[in-house]
């Protein structure tokens, strides 16, 4: 049998062609540094602002932002590095991605409070102590935020505004329908009103996917502990088993059989729309609410009027009390233009600024001293509010519990959620903060 | 020098994907097994070593045990249905009938739609709101007085992953459809004739003669789906959202990266992950190597 030879010939030819493909490669790289830098030369200062605010009012109040800096900056103008995605899950995890690569944005979005612990913990945040006494934010801002933001001594962020997440939303046609002539303010008082909505069929109160649970869930324990206790229960030996969080509990499962049964299905706005069509008595929801309701159109908002067409009140068993959460900024560590960083966040916690900013998202600013004119009914109302309100941090939101314990939290909620069991929820509730609590 | 000849351009040939697979497949891999095998359960990198913990803390999660459900509910449907439609529609045309081609290619196209988008439709379609709330499937179901049929779908907490499959189904029959049309005309017609010159009926020559020789398509078919089925995530993100009543493994994975930041948990539910898959493909490969050997 012949013995099978490469043939020289053909061996020369396969080397040709792949010398001839090389050599085509290498030219086609000399074209790619060419492609990679389309325009001019990057100006020497670009400020890099990371957020989530890509739509409706909060897009808005950012355009406002980037006017007034750019035109206070020109040497230094912004760089919007937004990244759309509700509540900003996918930009936390492009946010995590460039951290770990060293490759930090000058600024960036996050809710004020714990949920910046992880980041301080991986120091990959500095602390702005002299940023607050450069601009004098110690005086223009509320004693209790500051404390609730402060970590070990230092503080991480300057907040820009301040949400409320214990709203009750009500439809004043539904609540004349169903015969509830005052507004509930007591827990017997809100349950009487539930049972008066579901003898009117409506739904008494209307719920969405499991975030707005754990929503719900909060509000209930504010209501039936109390802000200070509520604050306790976060802090290393909190007591998770007491009789008050059992009361919580067993109230949160009562409320649960108002909800309607397809909530999982449904995004807030949904929940919220249920209650203006007229098909649900009350919602419970933070006061972005009121921007959904009452925005514009074009912003595909409802375009609705307030007090006409809803209105709201403080959720039962919370009047006084301010379930707050804030969107704020950082100075993360080695951003690549910290003089301007730093210029960015004493612009941020100005009076001008947070001014600009608020009306158009639908929050109040932190400072203390904004002026009124400028806010809409419910934001007014929210402004006399938290002059005088206790604060209780929110926990859906990210200012009492860190990451991890907020992760175990959902999970215990999904399962109660599944099975109604309230010592089972307890207990792990309980097991979440032993193992979570710093 | 002559024998490097031969293998030698061969060699130069494959040799990027060697070396791309080399490190982004299997280093990556044997990276993600030492994460998980770390002690680094939270935003700060450390890289001691902490043996199993990550997966003993996984095995009294309870929320794992509800994916772990889920994800077998869903597998279990999922393959079964496909299975079944993709032989049906096969069986349907196998014989040939008018527009064939354009009856194929209806059925292979929603392989084409990527589940994000094929999720959005099929959320609205299973929406569980009852009563004069009622839309999607459930009014439809309604109108045509099927309304025993109105249920809770992707929501309901026993068979709420079945209903999730459904899509699922919907996207991969007709590639199931395409696998089983190449296996029924692959059998010899003359088999089929000297059956019937026996006097076997026509459903005891698919019975005896066809379907044996789907067997290996059988095979394959339920290796494909599996793997496809156990790793599925934006599907269920698309119809689900972040909830854990339709949480599965890849889901959870990703709730423990970017949200928990307990970055051994999440690298251990991926290296389950691979091995669940493994179970199902090594066996196989080694299988079909074989008996391509032999052939």
């Known amino acids: 049998m012949p013995r099978v030879r490469f043939p020289r010939r053909r061996g020369r030819e396969l080397r040709v062609t792949a010398a001839r493909l090389a050599l085509l490669c290498a030219i086609a790289l000399l074209f790619v540094p060419a492609a990679g830098t389309a325009g001019p030369q990057a100006s020497s200062c670009k400020l890099q602002v990371f957020s989530w605010w890509t739509g409706g009012g909060e897009a808005a109040g950012l355009t406002k932002l980037i006017k007034t800096w750019n035109r206070n900056n020109p040497s230094c103008p912004f760089k919007n590095e937004t990244v759309a995605g509700g509540a900003g899950t996918n930009a936390k995890a492009v946010l995590a991605q460039r951290l770990a690569a060293g490759k930090p944005p000058d600024s960036f979005q996050g809710h004020a409070g714990a949920e910046l612990r992880d980041y301080i913990k991986a120091k990959q945040v500095l602390p702005i102590d002299s940023i607050y006494r450069q601009y004098g934010f110690r005086k223009a801002m509320s004693k209790q ?176 009390v301010y379930d707050w959460l804030s969107d704020s900024f950082t100075l993360p560590k080695g951003a690549p233009h910290s003089t301007a960083a730093k210029k960015w966040l004493g612009f941020l916690g100005s009076k001008k600024a947070q001014d600009q900013f608020n009306p158009v998202k639908g929050s109040i600013p932190a400072r203390t001293d904004a002026n009124p004119r400028l806010y809409g009914p419910y934001l007014k109302w929210a402004l006399r509010q938290w002059k005088t309100n206790k604060l209780a941090g929110s926990l859906a939101h990210g200012v009492v519990a860190p990451n991890a314990w907020a992760a175990d939290i959902d999970t215990a909620l999904g399962l109660f959620l599944n099975n109604r069991d309230v010592e089972r929820f307890q207990t792990a509730l309980v097991n979440a903060a032993k193992k979570r609590a710093t | 020098m002559r024998r490097v000849r031969r293998w030698g351009p061969g060699l130069l040939l494959v040799s990027p994907s060697i070396v791309l697979i080399a490190v982004f497949v299997y280093g990556l891999i044997g990276w993600n097994v030492k994460v998980s095998l770390s002690d680094w359960r939270t935003a700060e990198k450390t890289s001691g070593w902490a043996g199993l913990d990550a997966y003993r803390d996984l095995n009294s999660d309870p929320a794992w045990d509800e994916s772990v459900h889920h994800i077998l509910v869903f597998t279990g449907t999922f393959i079964v249905g496909t299975l079944f439609f993709g032989l049906l529609l096969a069986f349907l045309l196998e014989k040939g009938v008018r527009g064939e081609g354009f009856f194929r290619s209806v059925y292979i196209f929603p392989l084409a739609v990527s589940f994000i988008a094929a999720g959005v ?143 051994a948990e999440g690298a251990a539910i991926a290296t389950l992950l691979l091995i669940g898959i493994s179970i199902l493909v090594i066996p196989y490969l080694v299988y079909s190597v074989r008996a391509e050997r032999r052939a």
């Open chain 1, 145 to 320: 935020l500051l404390n609730q933001i402060t970590y070990k001594g230092h503080i991480y962020s300057v907040p820009v505004n301040i949400h409320r997440a214990n709203v009750l939303w009500y439809n004043p046609k539904v609540l004349k329908k169903a015969g509830i002539t005052a507004v509930p303010k007591t827990w017997s008082q809100f349950i009487a009103a539930l049972e008066k909505a579901k003898k009117a069929n409506v739904i008494p109160l209307s719920m969405a996917e499991q975030w707005t649970a754990k929503h719900l869930l909060e509000t209930v324990m504010i209501a039936t502990i109390g802000p200070t206790r509520w604050a306790a229960l976060w802090k290393k030996g909190g007591n998770w088993s007491s009789s008050g969080v059992t009361t919580a509990l067993n109230r949160y499962k009562t409320l649960l059989t108002y909800t309607n049964r397809d909530a999982a299905s449904l995004t807030w706005q949904d929940a919220g729309k249920l209650v203006v069509d007229g098909k649900a008595a009350f919602n419970i929801m933070g006061d972005w609410q009121d921007g959904y309701f009452s925005g514009s159109k074009a912003g595909d908002n409802l375009a609705l009027k307030p007090k006409v067409d809803y209105n709201w009140a403080p959720v039962p068993g919370t009047s006084g």
């Open chain 2, 121 to 263: 439709v099929w959320r609205w379609l299973m929406n569980p709101a009852p009563g004069d709330r009622a839309s999607g499937l459930n009014v439809a179901f309604e109108k045509l007085g099927l309304g025993f049929l109105a249920n809770d779908w992707y929501l309901s907490l026993d068979w709420g992953m079945a209903a999730m499959a459904m899509p699922a189904i919907w996207a991969l029959s007709g590639y199931i459809m395409a696998l089983y049309l190449a296996g029924f005309r692959g059998v010899p017609e003359e088999l089929r004739e000297a059956a019937r010159m026996d006097g076997a009926s026509e459903w005891r020559v698919y019975r005896h003669v066809v379907f044996p020789f789907l067997r290996p398509i059988t095979l394959s078919a339920l290796i494909i789906l599996g793997h496809i089925s156990i790793k599925v995530f934006d599907l269920i993100v698309a119809i689900g959202g972040k909830q854990l009543i339709t949480q599965t493994p890849a889901v959870y994975m990703w709730i423990l990266i970017y949200d928990a930041r307990d970055y």
